[in-house]
């Protein structure tokens, strides 16, 4: 059975930085699509990161550019994002999140295909 699991999530100053791990199993994550989505209570899932199969290209949204980075080790079937310079709007649960269908218009709709369980971001002022 495939699995996507989170790791790295705590607290952080703003200013700070963080890096999250999301672990895959049970399928050959190399052939996906992998990034991260967030969310905070009572608000809906936001995209935040996508990188290719390959790794050479990415997607970020807006609010992070320039402040995160996401990255994969295919050996690992593992994702990474890299938050610095951290803002307590940065405060979410961030989930990891796989696609075979690569890059594309349906990770800023949210409509990928697996998804972690989120692991909590945050951020003090």
């Known amino acids: 059975q495939e699995h996507l699991v989170e790791s790295g999530g705590g607290l952080a100053q703003a200013g700070g930085s963080l890096r999250l791990s999301c672990a895959g199993s049970?399928?050959?994550?190399?052939?996906?699509?992998m990034g991260w989505f967030r969310q905070v209570p009572g608000k809906e899932r936001e995209f935040v990161a996508a990188l290719s199969m390959s790794g050479d290209s990415t997607n970020y949204a807006d609010s992070v550019k320039d402040r995160f980075i996401i990255s994969r080790d295919n050996a690992k079937n593992s994702v990474y994002l890299q938050m610095n310079s951290l803002k307590p709007d940065d405060t979410a649960v961030y989930f990891c999140?796989?696609?075979?269908?690569?890059?594309?218009?349906?990770?800023?709709?949210?409509?990928?295909?697996?998804w972690g369980k989120g692991t909590l971001v945050t951020v003090s002022s």
């Open positions: 049970g399928r050959f994550w190399s052939n996906y699509a």
């Open positions: 999140a796989a696609d075979i269908r690569g890059l594309g218009d349906h990770w800023s709709t949210g409509h990928v295909d697996y």
